[in-house]
């Protein structure tokens, strides 16, 4: 049967846009099921914390649940490498902070975040403060500082192999001149429980999951790693101050699957603004300390890229400890 040229055009419009359907619904419909949020870290953390607070919010932007999972091991690059593997659909994400660069750094991985699709950068944490136990032979930032010159090796630093505690041990080694023994504990929830048992004298942690041992009188915090103060926390003061101009802190992130296709990024990451700025959200992180700090798919991955390096300074100090 013959067709006329109108006909064949209108046919050929009509296959067109059932073909484009599908795609414009999938679009339109994500997420559609449950979304799973990695995290690379045991439960306790400030990453769990920080994460299912966010999630809470973002839960109601998205219009569905967001499944935690706690993957821990490997210095985070086990975690990671789930959602590497995972179908870049969507429906895996990461949530982690600037750890993910250092096992690269380290050489314990041959990735980093540019293995990921950066979707969004959630918070900045400028509450790492350096911490020591009421038993401790040393109070004060300089007590400590005098006392591991003197005593090279016996202050005994905890940290997790590979990840952002052994950063910090090994640059607090290479600014104040000093020589710790570094310990291998685990994250955060770990370095609590071995600085309140002595089983360490020195770790980073940050301050939201910490203060109540201050207040408690267990834990001394010898100052914040920044180079100035925290309004949230104006009465901590800096190392800076002290006479060590030190700046060691956190930013945390969303990233999902290379591959991940563009127009879900751009709804996950819309989603992940509004919960910056909501004005409840703010108010909540607060309490921890927290910056809500939203940037983009693309101005994410230009800081991380600036972050990794600036760290790269620190790659030598690894094999030496």
Do not use: C, W
Not at 123 to 134: A, G, I, S
Not at 240 to 250: I, R, T, V
Not at 268 to 285: G, H
């Amino acid at each position: 049967m013959h067709l006329s040229p109108l006909r064949t055009l209108m046919k050929a419009l009509m296959l067109t846009t059932a073909i484009a359907a599908p795609v414009a619904a999938q679009a339109v419909d994500y997420p559609s099921k449950p979304v799973q949020v990695v995290l690379p870290i045991a439960p306790g953390g400030d990453t769990d914390v920080n994460a299912r607070l966010f999630n809470k919010y973002l839960e109601k932007e998205l219009g569905q649940s967001l499944a935690v999972v706690n993957v821990d091991g490997g210095g985070g690059t086990i975690g990671m490498r789930r959602v590497m593997s995972a179908k870049p659909d969507g429906y895996t994400a990461l949530f982690f902070h600037g750890e993910g660069m250092v096992p690269k750094l380290a050489g314990l991985v041959d990735f980093g975040l540019d293995a990921f699709q950066m979707v969004a950068v959630a918070l900045v944490d400028n509450t790492t403060v350096l911490v020591t136990h009421k038993d401790a032979p040393y109070k004060t930032m300089k007590e400590m500082v005098e006392y591991a010159k003197a005593n090279p090796g016996d202050v005994e630093f905890g940290m997790l192999t590979g990840g952002y505690p052994h950063l910090v041990g090994a640059a607090l080694e290479q600014q104040l001149g000093a020589e710790f023994t570094l310990v291998d504990v685990g994250g955060n929830a770990a370095k609590i429980v071995a600085l309140r048992g002595h089983k360490i004298g020195l770790a980073n942690l940050q301050y939201g999951i910490s203060k109540d041992y201050f207040t408690s009188g267990d834990f001394i915090n010898l100052g914040l790693l920044s180079p100035e103060r925290n309004p949230l926390i104006p009465d901590v003061p800096t190392t800076a101050e002290q006479g060590y101009p030190l700046e060691l802190n956190k930013f945390f992130y969303f990233a999902m699957p290379k591959g991940t296709p563009a127009d879900v990024v751009q709804t996950f990451s819309a989603a992940v603004k509004k919960v910056v700025e909501n004005p409840e959200y703010q108010a909540e992180a607060s309490k921890f300390y927290l910056t809500p700090t939203y940037m983009g798919p693309d101005e994410a991955t230009q800081y991380a890229n600036k972050q990794y390096q600036a760290l790269e300074q620190y790659k030598a100090l690894f094999t030496a400890n």
